[in-house]
């Protein structure tokens, strides 16, 4: 159903660790507080690791959000070293039959509603096949620090408009990643760029990512608000680096080199433009 969760939690000091989620009918891990209407409520020092996440609805893996302006405070969480993958769903259609958005489904979810979200930590995660974004944090979050994730692929019927998106959140530290897009480019009927940001979104490191579009039309990355607008192709990735000031030290966009990709193996080649980038 639109409304089932496999975990749903919202204590502190939680660790969360070594499980194998799938197949929850809205969110493998909720950390919601939206039947929570005590104001100044606090949830922080919470770590989600090592966990095996497939077949998602609405949130694949981790949902973290709280009702508008209660002023909960979320802080020090920790997304770490987790599988998230939604190729299982690849033979099946993700927009017919269904109520809302229940068949599309994020991979990681962030959306702090006008409360205190701070010191968020997603690293090391693998995102495979997502079927809308891939990592998604909306809301005034201050401190998102975004390490070494591999994010690869999307349903072939997703509609994500960027694989990563950051929608106002402030002091984002965005390093070593590599984001590979699979979907082909349809005049800007299917975006889906590497990184998004909207809105009040800034950065406070963004560099050393590697890029890759299969379609050479698609987007890299795009802004609201940035240099570029919401569309800096491949073509314009050397301008576009030097005038924002991002992605000084990130190789210029190309194939990761993976070992086998196909069969899930996201080691890198010998020869990889992602070895020794970051």
């Not at 099946?92 to 039959?97: A, K, L, V, Y």
């Not at 693998?126 to 079927?131: F, H």
């Not at 005034?140 to 997703?158: C, K, L, Q």
């Not at 000084?248 to 194939?255: D, E, G, H, K, W």
Request: glycine share 10%.
């Amino acid at each position: 159903s639109s409304s089932a969760y496999c975990i749903a939690a919202w204590y502190s000091d939680m660790l969360i660790q070594n499980n194998t989620i799938h197949d929850c009918g809205r969110r493998g891990i909720s950390l919601n507080t939206y039947t929570n209407y005590t104001p100044g409520f606090t949830v922080s020092n919470v770590t989600v690791d090592s966990n095996h996440f497939y077949n998602g609805f609405h949130t694949t893996s981790v949902d973290i959000s709280s009702l508008p302006g209660l002023g909960h405070t979320f802080t020090n969480f920790t997304i770490s070293n987790n599988l998230i993958d939604d190729t299982g769903r690849w033979s099946e259609g993700i927009h017919d039959g269904c109520y809302a958005s229940s068949c599309t489904s994020n991979s990681i979810y962030v959306k702090a509603n006008g409360n205190y979200y701070s010191d968020f930590y997603i690293y090391n995660n693998v995102i495979v096949g997502s079927t809308s974004r891939a990592i998604l944090i909306r809301g005034e979050v201050d401190g998102i620090r975004v390490y070494h994730n591999t994010v690869y692929a999307s349903h072939p019927e997703a509609r994500p408009y960027g694989l990563v998106i950051f929608y106002d959140v402030s002091n984002i530290d965005l390093r070593n990643n590599i984001v590979y897009g699979t979907l082909p480019y349809d005049g800007g009927a299917n975006d889906a760029r590497c990184v998004q940001d909207e809105g009040a979104t800034s950065f406070l490191v963004r560099d050393n990512n590697l890029y890759h579009q299969e379609d050479p039309d698609q987007p890299i990355t795009g802004s609201e608000n940035g240099v570029g607008g919401w569309n800096v192709f491949l073509y314009e990735w050397d301008t576009w680096r030097a005038e924002s000031g991002f992605e000084t030290n990130s190789p210029y966009p190309q194939n990761p080199l993976f070992v086998d990709q196909g069969n899930g193996d996201f080691r890198l080649q010998a020869d990889s433009p992602a070895i020794d980038a970051g």
